[in-house]
């Protein structure tokens, strides 16, 4: 855990002597996001670091290829790569500029380089963040379902307006399943779609739907949100970053406050949010009180949908409650249209007159549920004539369950083929244990239930699927799931089967297990040696995973019948080599473990077989370890997988042996001599880790217990890490557990492990309040200590982000509050460094506590809060009397030269209202003020901030002579030079090195917008000439750079014949460099290319010809003939003619 890494502030510098331009560029091209930081440096090396979205190997090649070399590379989604770049000598400094720079293609703000940008980080975020559901496309289809002309009542009503419009924040709809509430959800997305694209405001929709199947957690929920946020808008994904990259660096996920403080964020950049949450009903209890929680604390609007949830309601009292019930109107629509939509029965309807008759006995059974009419429908397409419509609609009876149940009838009244097909599919989507595709359900039900062999020739396709099941199902479009019609269909269906079907989980049993025999997989017949093995195996079937993964679970429901038992244990003493992968504690290994019978009885909890297994079983089997990665015993699996019952019997066979009580019992077992050594509980596996230990981190409570209840049991035990059991359950924030263990003679509460962490510091970091509190009350219990890194308890406690656990702490008498790791950080610069404004605030309050401490770095805990724009955390910081505020860092960098380069308006503003701040302090190397640097990165609320001081001097230059006007046109921020002409000290003709002023460096770089509003300033010296005797207009000619030639030659003081030092005009230049647009622009505002005479009487030019009439055309109408015409194109850009004087 490098707690040390949490949140770095980040910094931005000027690259090395490589071409910095041509490396962006190239990295922007290949959709990679970076920039250039600038690290502690000595005599002979400068180091960078690009920070790049993309994979590691492809920044290293492109910057290799820019004459970068590598040095280090940290590997992550979010990479950051440091390269070594050589410091060029003092007389070429690694700032030097290029004859003729190229232009930074990142520098443009909303270019499409940056659009890229978003939308790649946007990408790499969405799939982090839960995608396992795509409501999108739930939408669409559930859309499709909607009938014009139905649910105007909803749309047109006061209520709803007033909620989409109006002041109401909350609507909730509630009604029984069949009303069509989820149809209503889709049509309200679609209507404010509508009205969002109609309206000026700036509108995000935002909705979820609830399926039985998927059991989103809230925490899921709101990543969804998250998600469909960076959708609307990619340029909201600086938002999400920093908690991707913590969580990605610390591999956990994030918390529902974290989620909760983003999508606050995320609202703040909109005018309206409106957030549609279908199904509530559908979701976990804990999952709908995750939900309130979540309306309560965001500010957008809210539309719900879902049966009556009296219990819910009282937590949202503000919510306009209204009933969802099909109308009569809504019905007869819907029942028309499906009828138009069928010609078949819309002509046997029409011949005998019955369409209206037929029509209002639907409406009248579906009791307000479009369901049950869609149900009707359903059934009524199948028949033939008048009289078999009339039967069916006089014998359909009310109520959805019984109608589920007449649909089974007659699925099962099909010739037998069909039944066969539907009644086994109905088993499969209701008892199966997963969602299956068309193509995986198919399958299945290819697979002969007696012998378990795939045969081709019982393969059906879909459409067959979908008829014999008579309505029941249907098939996604977007996934090709297959899911029953209604989430009403599972309940009811489950009963229906259950009566007509003796064992329907014995019919999954068998074809699952049949087919892990079939393929080899209980024995590794197949000789698997790693987890790609296993993958690969599993997928020579479509079925076959899921037979994997879920054989046990149907094996299970079979075991209350004596004769299915008996083939569950025939296939468990089958099971001589299982290949399994345990869940938790894998590490990064890609190695298996193989399972023998008993293995397979203690993972999966089948307790009533231990006895008959234990039968003919060989000396110690009951202490047997499996062969592979972990070398677990029963004990340890049945432990670490919550089976109590299984770890009751094995411990009551290891205290018979101790006791030496019922011996004849065990012999009458025939378990052995000596099955279960006393030894047993304390016995470790590969990872060094106990039976007590894997009960104790997955937080199984009644294992613990009993464990702890053996008397040999030693529960300070230390597995290869270090970690005891009290480490695993106070890191899990398993409370009942660390207070069992605490409970246990002879605990040690000090324990470490291999970074110096003990239980306590386990729990302070990952926030366990509860558990901190009692272990703080343990006897002699040490917290003054630090860890490897030097890390204390305070500090860890910081990193929970969790106040009351900060404030425990420091009311211990042995804290030190100013320790330092072995960076160099204090507690309060971890506490500024993650913006945690009450956490600095206990900090200050403490009276020993020191402000202005410095890290290796040189950093403080100001520069940190000011680097990471935390405004509250700096505003606290800077009222405290002792710190001082323009501390500077090693890089001679003060607090707010890091805001300013890091963008960090607010934070600027808050530190330039200090009165002792030096606004015009410079760093150290590249003597740079914090409004440079603001310039440099167009950062315009950070200038204009700036700008607004009374003591700022705008017209300061760094150690080459750039001015904060320079580094902005010479990059094209043009939002950043408005303010800075508008100052009135400005000076626009400043000379940096080289002799080059803004307006040059804006003609080089191609920055029109800059160049324009320079021209503009009353004091801009157009012909203002470099060291060269160039102009901005003969820079702008050598580059191609058309537009910026027109800007400047429409200036009215502009002279276009001026010649450099080497006595060449712009004219002269763009015929060289072949830029024809540019030398037309030039012609026609008489510009010329002068002749010069020798002694030989014969003039000399060089020409950029091509060898065609074209130039040979612009070189004559410029003042030039050519005695000597080229007579082919010529290669060479440099050719010389003879010419003579017009």
């Not at 293609?105 to 396992?132: C, I, M, Y």
Request: aromatic share 6%; with cysteine.
């Amino acid at each position: 855990m490098d707690l040390g890494s949490l949140g770095r502030p980040r910094q931005r510098g000027d690259a090395g002597p490589f071409d910095e331009m041509a490396l962006r560029g190239t990295l922007w091209g290949s959709h990679a996001q970076f920039e250039l930081l600038p690290m502690n440096a000595n005599d002979n090396d400068t180091f960078n670091i690009a920070r790049a979205q993309t994979t590691s190997s492809n920044v290293i090649s492109i910057a290799q290829n820019s004459g970068v070399s590598r040095s280090t590379i940290a590997v992550g989604d979010v990479h950051q790569v440091i390269f070594n770049v050589s410091r060029a000598p003092d007389d070429q400094s690694r700032l030097k500029e290029p004859d003729i720079p190229r232009g930074d293609v990142n520098s443009h703000p909303g270019s499409t380089a940056e659009r890229e940008a978003q939308q790649l980080l946007a990408k790499t975020l969405s799939d982090w963040l839960f995608h396992g559901t795509n409501f999108r496309a739930i939408h669409i289809e559930n859309l499709e379902k909607w009938t014009r002309g139905t649910l105007a009542w909803f749309l047109e009503s006061d209520w709803y307006q007033a909620w989409k419009d109006g002041p109401d924040r909350i609507i909730w709809g509630t009604g029984m399943p069949g009303a069509g509430k989820t149809v209503l959800a889709s049509r309200t997305i679609h209507d404010i779609e509508e009205y969002k694209a109609a309206s000026d405001a700036k509108i995000c929709i935002v909705y979820a739907y609830f399926r039985h199947a998927d059991s989103l957690t809230t925490k899921e929920t709101l990543e969804g949100f998250i998600q469909q946020f960076l959708e609307c808008d990619p340029s909201l994904s600086s938002i999400v970053e920093p908690l991707y990259s913590h969580h990605h660096h610390y591999k956990t996920r994030p918390t529902l406050d974290e989620l909760l403080d983003v999508l606050k964020q995320l609202e703040s950049h909109f005018d309206i949010v409106f957030y549609v949450l279908d199904g509530v009903d559908d979701t976990r209890v804990e999952t709908q009180i995750g939900l309130v929680r979540a309306i309560k604390v965001l500010k957008g609007k809210f539309a719900l949908t879902s049966q009556p949830l009296k219990r819910l309601e009282s937590g949202l009292p503000s919510a306009r409650m209204y009933e969802v019930v099909a109308k009569a109107f809504d019905i007869e629509t819907f029942v028309a249209h499906r009828i138009e939509e069928n010609p078949a029965l819309r002509t046997l309807l029409d011949e005998h007159d019955y369409v209206q008759q037929a029509t209002s006995q639907i409406v009248e059974r579906s009791n307000g549920m479009f369901l049950h009419a869609s149900l009707q429908l359903e059934n009524l397409e199948h028949c033939l004539s008048t009289s078999t419509i009339q039967r069916s609609l006089e014998q359909l009876p009310e109520g959805l369950d019984n109608m589920y149940a007449v649909i089974v009838g007659r699925i099962q009244d099909q010739p037998s083929e069909s039944a066969d097909v539907g009644m086994r599919a109905l088993v499969w989507l209701v008892f199966g244990r997963e969602c299956f595709t068309a193509s995986e359900l198919c399958h299945a039900l290819a697979i002969c239930p007696e012998t378990g062999v795939f045969e081709e020739t019982r393969m059906v396709k879909d459409s067959a699927l979908i008829s014999a099941c008579c309505g029941l199902v249907k098939i996604e479009k977007d996934t090709g799931i297959v899911q029953l019609i209604h989430s009403t269909a599972f309940d009811a269906l489950k009963t229906i089967l259950a009566q007509r079907l003796p064992n329907p989980h014995s019919l999954l049993f068998n074809v699952t297990s049949r087919q892990l025999l079939a393929f080899g997989i209980p024995n590794n017949s197949g000789k698997l040696k790693t987890k790609m093995d296993l993958d690969a195996a599993l997928h020579q079937h479509p079925i076959l995973p899921y037979s994997y993964r879920h054989w046990a679970d149907h094996a299970l429901e079979c075991l209350s019948c004596h004769e299915f038992s008996e083939v569950v244990l025939e296939f468990i003493r089958k099971c001589h080599s299982f290949p399994y992968v345990f869940a938790r504690y894998t590490g990064r290994s890609d190695g298996l473990d193989y399972l023998s019978p008993i293995h397979i009885v203690a993972r999966h909890g089948f307790h009533g077989l231990l006895l008959p297994l234990s039968l003919g079983a060989p000396k110690g089997w009951a202490t047997l370890r499996t062969i592979g990665e972990h070398m677990s015993t029963p004990l340890m699996i049945a432990s670490q997988y919550g089976q109590e019952e299984v770890v009751e019997r094995l411990l009551e066979y290891n205290n018979r042996l101790r006791s030496g009580i019922g011996c004849m019992s065990l012999l009458l077992l025939r378990l052995g001599p000596c099955p279960f050594a006393t030894k047993t509980v304390n016995l470790q596996d590969d990872k060094g880790r106990t039976a007590l230990m894997y009960a104790s981190a997955n937080g199984h409570t009644g294992i613990v217990q009993r464990l702890l209840e053996q008397g040999k049991l030693d529960p300070n035990i230390r597995d290869k890490s270090g970690w005891t059991a009290l480490m695993h359950a106070s890191s899990e924030g398993h409370l009942d557990i660390v207070l069992r263990l605490m409970g246990y003679r002879g605990l040690h509460v000090n324990v470490v492990d291999g970074e110096g962490w003990s239980a306590v510091f386990h729990a302070l970091w990952r926030g366990h309040e509860e558990i901190v509190q009692h272990l703080l009350g343990f006897r002699d219990v040490q917290v003054g200590g630090t860890d490897k890194a030097g890390r204390t308890a305070l500090m860890c406690a910081i990193g929970s982000r969790r106040r009351s656990l900060v404030s425990q702490i420091l009311g211990r008498p042995d804290t030190e509050i100013n320790a330092r790791d072995h960076k160099g950080w204090t507690a309060l610069m971890y506490a500024s460094n993650e913006g945690l404004e009450h956490i600095v605030e206990d900090l200050l309050r403490h009276a020993d506590i020191q402000t202005n401490l410095k890290d290796d770095t040189g950093r403080t805990a100001l520069i940190f809060a000011s680097s990471n724009g935390h405004t509250g955390v700096v505003r606290r910081l800077i009222r405290h009397a002792s710190t001082l505020v323009n501390l500077p860092d090693r890089e001679g960098k003060t607090a707010l030269i890091h805001a300013s380069l890091n963008g960090r308006g607010e934070t600027v503003e808050e530190l330039l209202g200090h009165s002792a701040v030096q606004v015009n302090l410079k760093d150290k190397h590249d003597r740079r003020t914090a409004l440079m640097y603001a310039a440099r990165d167009n950062h315009e609320d950070a200038v204009r901030a700036l700008l607004s001081h009374p003591h700022i001097r705008a017209n300061e230059q760094d150690r080459l002579g750039w001015t904060a006007l320079m580094l902005a046109a010479r990059n094209g921020h043009s939002g950043t030079v408005k303010p800075l002409l508008q100052h009135k000290p400005i000076l626009v003709n400043v000379e940096a090195r080289h002799g080059w002023t803004a307006l040059i460096y804006a003609s080089m770089n191609a920055c029109e917008g800059v160049a324009k509003q320079l021209l503009e300033h009353h004091d801009i010296d157009v012909n203002r000439k470099d060291n060269k005797g160039r102009t901005a207009l003969i820079y702008a000619s050598m580059t191609g750079r058309d537009a910026i030639v027109q800007s400047l030659v429409d200036h009215k003081d502009t002279k276009v014949n001026l010649e450099d030092d080497e006595g060449k005009t712009c004219l002269m230049y763009a015929l060289m460099r072949g830029h024809d647009d540019a030398a037309q622009i030039l012609q026609l505002k008489d510009a010329i290319v002068p002749v010069r005479i020798d002694n030989g009487g014969i003039a000399m030019v060089i020409a950029a010809l091509k060898g065609d009439p074209e130039f040979v055309y612009l070189l004559e109408t410029a003042g030039v003939k050519l005695l000597q015409s080229p007579k082919k194109k010529l290669s060479s850009l440099d050719s010389v003619f003879c010419i003579s004087s017009k």
